[in-house]
């Protein structure tokens, strides 16, 4: 099942897009998706009236991030071997936690700002994870299969002088605002079967920037979940960046950083595309 949110910032509608690219409107289900839709066995009610819902005519419709604003956005760096060689950091032994503004949520093809005095601003190609359950001090990585409510793209767009160059942790590099286009779809958990088997890509003004396997994550999705488990409570609507491939402009390569007037295309497989122009804050 795919679930999205239409219309303007701050008044989108819940809708659910079937197999045949129809798209239905929740409001009969539900007002919001959100962590108390997750949590209350809303996945479950929108199955159950699917048959009966209104269709939706989304044409010329924003769309905006598939979960209204999280209320923690979780994020796992250097989780891929080859990022990690790009940017000449030693693979973790365990993952590298970090945390990022939940304003950052945008919609998958709203306009990304680099902020003022930035001339480092990058992207990120990311396996999103929505939490669906509470996850607190889980017993193994085989519990987390059962928090997951299901995935969807992120582009954890970064400032990376901000991130590494101005001291401190890395958070005022990846929390300026615009910096996480989450979407189209959160998709369900049995829709998207093994997360660990999912192509990533990124372009940039029709360049192939990223082109990356979650296969080869260093830490996969339910090891991820289960670790963030013993150091935080992880509630319904909550979301978790689980790191990049290789490819970003910070690695090791010619890529330029972004600036005002660049195209971004993003997807994952299963999970849709993403579109994002770039603009001026």
């Not at 009236?49 to 598939?66: F, K, N, S, Y």
Request: with cysteine; charged share 20%; glycine share 12%.
């Amino acid at each position: 099942m795919r679930l999205l949110r239409v219309g303007d910032p701050g008044a989108e509608i819940p809708a659910v897009l079937d197999d045949a690219g129809g798209v239905f409107d929740l409001r009969p289900v539900t007002g919001e998706i959100n962590g108390d839709f997750l949590a209350g066995g809303g996945v479950a009610r929108v199955r159950d009236a699917l048959a009966g819902l209104p269709e939706l005519d989304v044409t010329g419709m924003r769309i905006g991030a598939p979960v209204a604003r999280p209320g923690a956005l979780v994020c796992i760096g250097l989780n891929y071997s080859d990022h990690a060689a790009e940017t000449s950091a030693e693979p973790p032994a365990e993952p590298v936690v970090f945390m990022k503004n939940a304003n950052t949520v945008i919609g998958p093809n709203d306009t990304v700002l680099v902020p003022r005095g930035s001339v480092k601003t990058d992207y990120e190609v990311e396996l999103a994870v929505v939490l669906g359950a509470t996850a607190r001090y889980l017993e193994s990585p085989q519990d987390a299969a059962a928090v997951i409510a299901g995935y969807a793209i992120s582009n954890d767009v970064s400032e990376r002088e901000f991130q590494l160059e101005r001291g401190g942790q890395w958070t005022k590099g990846k929390s300026c605002e615009t910096f996480n286009p989450l979407g189209p779809w959160l998709v369900t958990a049995d829709e998207v079967g093994d997360p660990q088997a999912l192509g990533l890509k990124l372009s940039v003004n029709g360049e192939l920037r990223q082109d990356g396997n979650t296969k080869n994550m260093l830490f996969g999705v339910h090891h991820v979940i289960w670790y963030l488990s013993q150091f935080m409570v992880l509630e319904p609507g909550d979301v978790v960046n689980t790191g990049t491939p290789a490819g970003v402009a910070l690695g090791v390569n010619d890529f330029e950083y972004l600036r005002s007037g660049d195209t971004i295309d993003v997807s994952i497989d299963r999970l849709g595309v993403q579109r994002q122009q770039v603009g001026q804050a």
